[in-house]
C-alpha cells in the first residue's frame, strides 16, 4: 500500500451537542464529555485500519472545537478524548499535529498570533525601535523563522497534561496551509473554506458601501484583517458570553427551518412594536410598525437560506463554486505564487503544477476535478470533507464526514465515512477520487479502495456505519425538538 503521509479531518465540532464526535448522555440530549462518543471510538479504529504503522501527520482542518455554541471546557474535554482515541501511550497513530483555524474556532488564532507577538516584542525587538504590526496570517509553506506561531498553544497544553505527550507540540497555520514537492510539481493546499462565502467578509463589503472608492480585499492578509474581528464575534465567541449564548444558540437552531425562524422573528417584531408605546419602535404605529419589521425579518430569513450549509440541492452551490473561484484565482494564486517563486522558483504563470485544494466548512463532503482556468489554466483536484454534525431536523443524503489521506508522492483521495440516510442500511464507507479525463493513475485510491471495498461488511468499517446510524438519527430528533421549542 502507497505510504500514508498525511490525514487530514475538519468540521468535527467537538463540545457541541450535535455533533456525532461529542458524547451524549443516554437517551437525553445533554453532553457527557467526559466519555468519548460511539462514533469517536469507531472512527479511531478506522484510522488505525488506514494509516497501520506510517505514522503520518494530522492536520486538522478548521473547526475542530466548537467555540460558538459550547463552552470553552467542553470543546476541550472532547478534543481530549479525541487525543485519548487516537494517541494512546506507545500506541500512537500520528507523529505530528497541524491544525488549521476555522471559523467556529478561530479564537485559537489570534491567541496564537497575538501570543507570537508578544513572543517577537520579547525575543526581537528592544525598547525605541520600530515594531512591525502584527501579523494576521501565516505562510502557506512554514519555514520556522517567526512568520506563523510555532505552536497552537490552547490544543498543545491539553495534549501535554499526558505524560507521554509532555513534549508533543500541535503547530498552526492559518487560513491556508500546503505540502510541495519540487521534484514532482506537486502541491497540495490545506484551507477551512469559509472564505468561499461572502458572509465572511461582510465587514469588507460595508467598507466599500460606506467608503466612496474603497475596494474589496485582494489579498489573504487584507481579506482576514479587515474581517478577523468580525468572524471571531460572532462564529467563535458569542456563543460562550453565559445566558445570551444561550440565547443565540436558540437562534441558530431555529436557522436550520426558516418557518421557525420566521415564528421567532415575528415573534420579535411584536414584541418591539408593542414595547415601545402607541407609536413604536420605529415612530410609527404599532400595526404598521409590526408588518414592516416582520416584511424586512422575511428578507433576512431568505439571507440565511442562503449559508452554503443550508444550501442541500447540491454539494456546492453555484454561488460557493463562484466564491471558490475567486478565492482561489485571486488571494490564494497570490500568496502560492509569492511564495513559491521566493522559496522554490516555481512561477505558477510558467511552471507545471498540479494541485489539490482541500476544504471543509460546508458540511457536505466530495471529490471531484475543477477548471480554474484564469490563471492556473490546468485542472485542479478538489476535496471537501464534510462534517460531523447534524444540521437538520430530517435527514439531507448531501450532508456526511470524510477523512481525506494524501500519500509520499501527494496523491490524494477521500475516505467517506458517512452520508446522512433515512434507513441504517443506507449508510457505508466507500472512497473517492477526483480525476479527469488524461489523468495519470491515482495508486492511493486504489489501494484504499482494495482495503475498503474488501471489508465494507467486516470491523471496524461495518461497526462504524452502525454507530453512525444511530448518532444521526437521535441527533435529528434532538435538533428537531430544541427547534419546535418555544421561546
Given at each position: 500500500?502507497?505510504?500514508?503521509?498525511?490525514?487530514?479531518?475538519?468540521?468535527?465540532?467537538?463540545?457541541?451537542?450535535?455533533?456525532?464526535?461529542?458524547?451524549?448522555?443516554?437517551?437525553?440530549?445533554?453532553?457527557?464529555?467526559?466519555?468519548?462518543?460511539?462514533?469517536?471510538?469507531?472512527?479511531?479504529?478506522?484510522?488505525?485500519?488506514?494509516?497501520?504503522?506510517?505514522?503520518?501527520?494530522?492536520?486538522?482542518?478548521?473547526?475542530?472545537?466548537?467555540?460558538?455554541?459550547?463552552?470553552?471546557?467542553?470543546?476541550?474535554?472532547?478534543?481530549?478524548?479525541?487525543?485519548?482515541?487516537?494517541?494512546?501511550?506507545?500506541?500512537?497513530?500520528?507523529?505530528?499535529?497541524?491544525?488549521?483555524?476555522?471559523?467556529?474556532?478561530?479564537?485559537?488564532?489570534?491567541?496564537?498570533?497575538?501570543?507570537?507577538?508578544?513572543?517577537?516584542?520579547?525575543?526581537?525587538?528592544?525598547?525605541?525601535?520600530?515594531?512591525?504590526?502584527?501579523?494576521?496570517?501565516?505562510?502557506?509553506?512554514?519555514?520556522?523563522?517567526?512568520?506563523?506561531?510555532?505552536?497552537?498553544?490552547?490544543?498543545?497544553?491539553?495534549?501535554?497534561?499526558?505524560?507521554?505527550?509532555?513534549?508533543?507540540?500541535?503547530?498552526?497555520?492559518?487560513?491556508?496551509?500546503?505540502?510541495?514537492?519540487?521534484?514532482?510539481?506537486?502541491?497540495?493546499?490545506?484551507?477551512?473554506?469559509?472564505?468561499?462565502?461572502?458572509?465572511?467578509?461582510?465587514?469588507?463589503?460595508?467598507?466599500?458601501?460606506?467608503?466612496?472608492?474603497?475596494?474589496?480585499?485582494?489579498?489573504?492578509?487584507?481579506?482576514?484583517?479587515?474581517?478577523?474581528?468580525?468572524?471571531?464575534?460572532?462564529?467563535?465567541?458569542?456563543?460562550?458570553?453565559?445566558?445570551?449564548?444561550?440565547?443565540?444558540?436558540?437562534?441558530?437552531?431555529?436557522?436550520?427551518?426558516?418557518?421557525?425562524?420566521?415564528k421567532l422573528l415575528h415573534s420579535l417584531a411584536r414584541g418591539l412594536a408593542k414595547n415601545y408605546g402607541n407609536t413604536g419602535w420605529l415612530g410609527i404605529p404599532d400595526?404598521?410598525?409590526?408588518?414592516?419589521?416582520?416584511?424586512?425579518?422575511?428578507?433576512?430569513?431568505?439571507?440565511?437560506?442562503?449559508?452554503?450549509?443550508?444550501?442541500?440541492?447540491?454539494?456546492?452551490?453555484?454561488?460557493?463554486?463562484?466564491?471558490?473561484?475567486?478565492?482561489?484565482?485571486?488571494?490564494?494564486?497570490?500568496?502560492?505564487?509569492?511564495?513559491?517563486?521566493?522559496?522554490?522558483?516555481?512561477n505558477l504563470a510558467t511552471a507545471p503544477l498540479d494541485m489539490t485544494i482541500v476544504f471543509g466548512h460546508t458540511h457536505k463532503p466530495y471529490a471531484r476535478d475543477e477548471?480554474?482556468?484564469?490563471?492556473?489554466?490546468?485542472?485542479?483536484?478538489?476535496?471537501?470533507?464534510?462534517?460531523?454534525?447534524?444540521?437538520?431536523?430530517?435527514?439531507?443524503?448531501?450532508?456526511?464526514?470524510?477523512?481525506?489521506?494524501?500519500?509520499?508522492?501527494?496523491?490524494?483521495?477521500?475516505?467517506?465515512?458517512?452520508?446522512?440516510?433515512?434507513?441504517?442500511?443506507?449508510?457505508?464507507?466507500?472512497?473517492?477520487?477526483?480525476?479527469?479525463?488524461?489523468?495519470?493513475?491515482?495508486?492511493?485510491?486504489?489501494?484504499?479502495?482494495?482495503?475498503?471495498?474488501?471489508?465494507?461488511?467486516?470491523?471496524?468499517?461495518?461497526?462504524?456505519?452502525?454507530?453512525?446510524?444511530?448518532?444521526?438519527?437521535?441527533?435529528?430528533?434532538?435538533?428537531?425538538?430544541?427547534?419546535?421549542?418555544?421561546?
Amino acid at each position: 500500500m502507497a505510504k500514508i503521509k498525511y490525514v487530514s479531518l475538519s468540521d468535527m465540532h467537538l463540545g457541541a451537542d450535535n455533533s456525532l464526535l461529542t458524547n451524549l448522555k443516554q437517551a437525553s440530549s445533554e453532553t457527557d464529555p467526559l466519555k468519548a462518543s460511539p462514533v469517536m471510538v469507531k472512527l479511531a479504529e478506522c484510522l488505525k485500519e488506514v494509516v497501520g504503522d506510517s505514522k503520518p501527520t494530522l492536520i486538522l482542518n478548521g473547526d475542530i472545537l466548537e467555540m460558538a455554541l459550547s463552552y470553552t471546557n467542553e470543546a476541550a474535554m472532547g478534543f481530549e478524548r479525541f487525543i485519548e482515541q487516537v494517541m494512546p501511550p506507545g500506541k500512537e497513530l500520528f507523529s505530528s499535529i497541524v491544525f488549521i483555524p476555522g471559523n467556529h474556532d478561530h479564537h485559537l488564532w489570534e491567541v496564537a498570533r497575538e501570543t507570537q507577538y508578544v513572543n517577537y516584542l520579547e525575543d526581537v525587538t528592544k525598547p525605541g525601535e520600530t515594531l512591525n504590526k502584527p501579523w494576521h496570517v501565516s505562510r502557506i509553506f512554514p519555514k520556522g523563522d517567526g512568520e506563523a506561531p510555532p505552536i497552537t498553544y490552547f490544543l498543545t497544553r491539553i495534549v501535554q497534561r499526558y505524560p507521554h505527550l509532555k513534549d508533543f507540540k500541535i503547530t498552526t497555520a492559518y487560513p491556508n496551509y500546503g505540502l510541495f514537492n519540487k521534484d514532482t510539481k506537486k502541491c497540495v493546499v490545506f484551507t477551512h473554506g469559509h472564505y468561499i462565502e461572502p458572509l465572511y467578509t461582510i465587514m469588507s463589503k460595508l467598507k466599500t458601501l460606506i467608503f466612496e472608492g474603497s475596494k474589496m480585499p485582494e489579498t489573504v492578509g487584507e481579506i482576514e484583517e479587515e474581517n478577523f474581528a468580525w468572524i471571531d464575534f460572532f462564529w467563535s465567541a458569542m456563543g460562550r458570553s453565559g445566558d445570551v449564548g444561550e440565547d443565540i444558540e436558540i437562534i441558530y437552531d431555529k436557522m436550520q427551518d426558516p418557518e421557525e425562524l420566521k415564528k421567532l422573528l415575528h415573534s420579535l417584531a411584536r414584541g418591539l412594536a408593542k414595547n415601545y408605546g402607541n407609536t413604536g419602535w420605529l415612530g410609527i404605529p404599532d400595526k404598521v410598525e409590526e408588518v414592516t419589521l416582520s416584511r424586512v425579518f422575511d428578507l433576512l430569513v431568505n439571507t440565511f437560506k442562503g449559508t452554503e450549509r443550508g444550501d442541500t440541492s447540491e454539494t456546492l452551490s453555484k454561488d460557493a463554486k463562484a466564491g471558490l473561484w475567486r478565492y482561489v484565482n485571486g488571494p490564494l494564486f497570490k500568496q502560492l505564487n509569492h511564495e513559491l517563486t521566493k522559496e522554490y522558483s516555481q512561477n505558477l504563470a510558467t511552471a507545471p503544477l498540479d494541485m489539490t485544494i482541500v476544504f471543509g466548512h460546508t458540511h457536505k463532503p466530495y471529490a471531484r476535478d475543477e477548471n480554474f482556468s484564469k490563471d492556473y489554466g490546468r485542472w485542479v483536484n478538489v476535496y471537501n470533507s464534510g462534517g460531523w454534525v447534524v444540521d437538520t431536523p430530517r435527514p439531507k443524503p448531501i450532508h456526511g464526514g470524510a477523512v481525506i489521506i494524501v500519500d509520499e508522492d501527494l496523491n490524494a483521495a477521500s475516505l467517506r465515512m458517512y452520508n446522512e440516510a433515512e434507513e441504517a442500511s443506507g449508510y457505508r464507507v466507500s472512497v473517492e477520487n477526483a480525476s479527469h479525463i488524461g489523468e495519470g493513475l491515482n495508486p492511493l485510491f486504489d489501494d484504499l479502495y482494495r482495503l475498503v471495498e474488501k471489508n465494507k461488511d467486516k470491523e471496524p468499517w461495518r461497526g462504524f456505519s452502525a454507530a453512525a446510524a444511530r448518532a444521526v438519527g437521535v441527533r435529528h430528533r434532538n435538533l428537531d425538538a430544541k427547534i419546535h421549542r418555544k421561546v
